[in-house]
């Protein structure tokens, strides 16, 4: 969610004027996140839309993933609902500097993002992510996960030299070492189905302790719910205290008051924990050594999931 594509007021309004949202108050751009540029779109008749451009999604899977929030947002999920055209359509194009890229307008959830949340909050957060694997369990479509082996194999291959010369020669030990680590592994046979891939605290909406709303499932496809836990419980439980026992114990609380895991989910667990991290760590290293452009951008420190890594494996 950063801004890397800006728009006119006369781009939002030729926008607009293919829903039936009404007429335009102002807009503002959403500075966190990384992926897409994000705006607040105000009408006037008080109503709030974020407006989405793609940035580097394949125009060919963005139909996933309209259709993927449309369920979720009504099989029992607290997230956004794509908004429809006045030709029935879900995706705007939009004429930019860069060329044209696609969008899509989604209502805007109540609620704010926490940078830090309590064992209640959490206990609340794994209930929602249930929630989410629950909802999606009927949903028929199929997306390959996009960074999964292969990518890490060629991304760490690609950017060795570089994150040698940044980063010394014992991050590049651990990357590969980690990787050797998780060719042996073997996830076969994990309950899974769609997950969202990317619940981090800014893709979470809370009001007090409980959660108001799942947003941002541009990483979203098909995978174990496990690897969904270990993500998730990565970018919320762990902060590298000395309570962080105590926090994935509450997010895991919270998942099975709404889907129980089995025992070969528990037992894999580390192992996906080691996988997330890895696989954080890895694309962070990349955004970090070659930024895009863009107003409002955001690059990620590498550092935290090293740490996080590090962590896993003792």
């Given at each position: 969610?950063?801004?890397?594509?800006?728009?006119?007021?006369?781009?939002?309004?030729?926008?607009?004027?293919?829903?039936?949202?009404?007429?335009?108050?102002?807009?503002?751009?959403?500075?966190?996140?990384?992926?897409?540029?994000?705006?607040?779109?105000?009408?006037?008749?008080?109503?709030?839309?974020?407006?989405?451009?793609?940035?580097?999604?394949?125009?060919?899977?963005?139909?996933?993933f309209m259709r993927l929030m449309k369920h979720l947002a009504t099989h029992g999920l607290q997230s956004p609902d794509v908004m429809v055209r006045k030709d029935g359509t879900l995706i705007f194009d939009v004429n930019t500097e860069g060329g044209i890229k696609q969008g899509c307008i989604v209502s805007c959830l109540s609620g704010e993002t926490l940078d830090f949340l309590?064992?209640?909050?959490?206990?609340?957060?794994?209930?929602?992510?249930?929630?989410?694997?629950?909802?999606?369990?009927?949903?028929?479509?199929?997306?390959?996960?996009?960074?999964?082996?292969?990518?890490?194999?060629?991304?760490?291959?690609?950017?060795?030299?570089?994150?040698?010369?940044?980063?010394?020669?014992?991050?590049?030990?651990?990357?590969?070492?980690?990787?050797?680590?998780?060719?042996?592994?073997?996830?076969?046979?994990?309950?899974?189905?769609?997950?969202?891939?990317?619940?981090?605290?800014?893709?979470?909406?809370?009001?007090?302790?409980?959660?108001?709303?799942?947003?941002?499932?541009?990483?979203?496809?098909?995978?174990?719910?496990?690897?969904?836990?270990?993500?998730?419980?990565?970018?919320?439980?762990?902060?590298?205290?000395?309570?962080?026992?105590?926090?994935?114990?509450?997010?895991?609380?919270?998942?099975?008051?709404?889907?129980?895991?089995?025992?070969?989910?528990?037992?894999?667990?580390?192992?996906?924990?080691?996988?997330?991290?890895?696989?954080?760590?890895?694309?962070?290293?990349?955004?970090?050594?070659?930024?895009?452009?863009?107003?409002?951008?955001?690059?990620?420190?590498?550092?935290?999931?090293?740490?996080?890594?590090?962590?896993?494996?003792?």
């Amino acid at each position: 969610m950063s801004v890397y594509t800006e728009l006119t007021t006369q781009d939002f309004e030729h926008i607009l004027a293919d829903y039936n949202l009404g007429k335009l108050q102002s807009y503002t751009g959403i500075a966190a996140g990384i992926e897409n540029s994000n705006f607040f779109i105000d009408m006037q008749d008080g109503q709030r839309y974020v407006l989405t451009v793609f940035e580097r999604l394949n125009a060919q899977e963005l139909p996933y993933f309209m259709r993927l929030m449309k369920h979720l947002a009504t099989h029992g999920l607290q997230s956004p609902d794509v908004m429809v055209r006045k030709d029935g359509t879900l995706i705007f194009d939009v004429n930019t500097e860069g060329g044209i890229k696609q969008g899509c307008i989604v209502s805007c959830l109540s609620g704010e993002t926490l940078d830090f949340l309590n064992e209640t909050q959490l206990e609340s957060s794994g209930k929602a992510l249930a929630t989410l694997h629950v909802a999606g369990s009927n949903f028929t479509e199929h997306r390959d996960n996009p960074t999964g082996f292969s990518w890490l194999e060629d991304t760490i291959s690609e950017m060795q030299a570089d994150v040698v010369k940044t980063y010394g020669q014992d991050a590049v030990d651990l990357l590969d070492d980690e990787l050797a680590y998780q060719k042996k592994q073997r996830f076969d046979g994990l309950p899974q189905g769609v997950i969202h891939g990317d619940l981090f605290v800014d893709n979470i909406l809370f009001q007090g302790n409980q959660v108001s709303g799942v947003i941002d499932f541009y990483y979203a496809h098909d995978a174990a719910y496990a690897m969904d836990i270990a993500i998730a419980i990565n970018a919320q439980a762990i902060v590298l205290d000395d309570d962080d026992k105590q926090r994935m114990a509450a997010f895991l609380k919270g998942y099975e008051s709404k889907r129980a895991l089995t025992a070969n989910e528990k037992g894999a667990l580390n192992g996906l924990l080691r996988l997330g991290a890895l696989r954080f760590w890895v694309s962070r290293l990349f955004d970090a050594l070659y930024p895009r452009g863009g107003a409002m951008t955001q690059t990620k420190d590498p550092e935290e999931y090293r740490r996080k890594l590090l962590l896993h494996r003792i």
